[in-house]
């Protein structure tokens, strides 16, 4: 049996896991953290993620614990209205999908359910890797594998290692927050609200809490003292329900991290015996809502294109190798061709919204809106269709 060593527990990491051992894989994940519940964060699966977690049997789970993304689009700080959506026109154009809502901590636990018992290796941390023969270095001792996937997120040492000459990911211009919040009786509308140079989401989850998110232009580098005061500052006289949104809020749930994006592409999503995946192959900004999602489409390719039980079956040099001679550089090719360009069009897109959402200046801003307003209006089937290049993507037959 094909050994897969899996460097990072997040989303992509795991969905990789579930991926290969369907296909027969014996895995093993490690992850440095000490748990696998992050904090505070929710997430929105679109229709080409769902049809990724379909393939290892998750999708429908996912979706019974999601709530739709239902009636909602683009606000002005005022509450104005500068687009609308709609769940019937997005399902129409996705075969019945459109976009889910839910709690990280929801989608990670049920990508560990379907884990073999002992795949994951929490407080493990991997110090080293030899993508030629596929070792990895433990705190305990080296393990040879077949195949090495790095999802270890967007300061990957992996990536740094395997590319080192590669520039690092550069700062979008803003900072982010996320956090959850109880919320009974808060109208069941998705919509993100731009301001000057601020952004605020709102995403309605299943049993009555909502995510949100906010971005501001600001330097990198800040944050400490208290965040949530900080937030009800930058965004307090924004339009209801914005200020009880974050007067229900509590402290201790608020995330902030700088917002970073590898904007040069990689030259190949892979090198020897290591495949990149998630953050750690393709770190975009959070404006298309697709960081997970491509995560997860890369999970599935990945584990197509390793086939069943391991085309590559044995790492030369490797302690515990499987003991075969197959060139895992020649099967991850065509795993960097299937996923590479797609990616990078999908992080280019997503960063030039950014800089729209950063614009400050008054004239600026106003124009922007007015655009937005009247390409919604004017032509509301090819705003409607933007995305379809994005959603409409189908995970490859096994």
């Known amino acids: 049996m094909a050994r897969a060593a899996v460097i990072g527990a997040g989303i992509g990491g795991l969905t990789a896991a579930v991926a290969l051992q369907r296909r ?39 979706r019974k614990l999601s709530a739709v993304q ?45 884990l073999e018992p002992g795949t994951v290796r929490l407080n493990t941390e991997v110090s080293g890797v030899d993508a030629e023969n596929g070792v990895v270095t433990l705190p305990d001792g080296r393990m040879g594998a077949d195949l090495v996937v790095a999802a270890d997120g967007i300061h990957s040492p992996v990536r740094s290692a395997l590319f080192p000459g590669h520039p690092a990911p550069r700062y979008a211009g803003v900072t982010s927050w996320r956090l959850l919040i109880p919320a009974e009786g808060v109208p069941g509308q998705a919509y993100e609200s731009w301001g000057r140079g601020k952004v605020f989401g709102v995403m309605p ?26 937030l009800r500052r930058l965004f307090g006289d924004w339009h209801s329900p914005i200020p009880e949104l974050l007067a229900a809020a509590s402290p201790e749930m608020v995330l902030r991290n700088d917002v970073h994006y590898l904007a040069t592409p990689l030259p190949a999503m892979h090198r020897g015996r290591v495949a990149l995946l998630g953050d750690a192959a393709h770190a975009m900004t959070p404006n298309l809502g697709q960081g997970a999602c491509q995560a997860i489409e890369d999970a599935v390719v990945l584990a197509h294109v390793a086939g069943d039980g391991g085309r590559f079956t044995g790492a030369p040099g490797a302690e515990g190798g499987s003991g075969g001679s197959a060139d895992g550089n020649d099967v991850l090719a065509g795993y960097t061709a299937a996923r590479l360009e797609r990616t990078s069009r999908i992080v280019a897109r997503s960063a030039a919204i ?31 269709g933007a995305m379809d290049e994005v959603f409409a993507w189908t995970p490859p037959s096994t």
């Open 24 to 62: 027969g894989w014996d895995v093993t994940v490690f992850e440095r953290a000490a748990s696998l519940e992050p904090v505070g964060s929710g997430l929105a699966v679109a229709a080409n993620a769902l049809k990724a977690l379909d393939t290892i049997g998750a999708g429908d789970e996912i």
């Open 70 to 114: 239902g009636t909602g689009g683009m606000r002005r700080s005022d509450g104005g209205w500068l687009a609308r959506t709609s769940v019937e026109a997005a399902s129409a154009r996705n075969g019945g999908d459109s976009v889910v809502l839910l709690r990280r901590a929801d989608l990670v636990d049920v990508l560990s359910s379907h």
């Open 205 to 230: 989850l299943a049993g009555g809490t909502s995510y949100c998110y906010a971005t501001d232009t600001v330097p990198a580098g800040g944050g400490g003292g208290d965040q949530l005061a900080e």
């Open 354 to 384: 950014c800089r729209v959402t950063r614009m400050r200046g008054p004239l600026a801003v106003r124009l922007r809106d007015t655009m937005v307003a009247l390409s919604w209006r004017l032509a509301p089937s090819r705003v409607n």
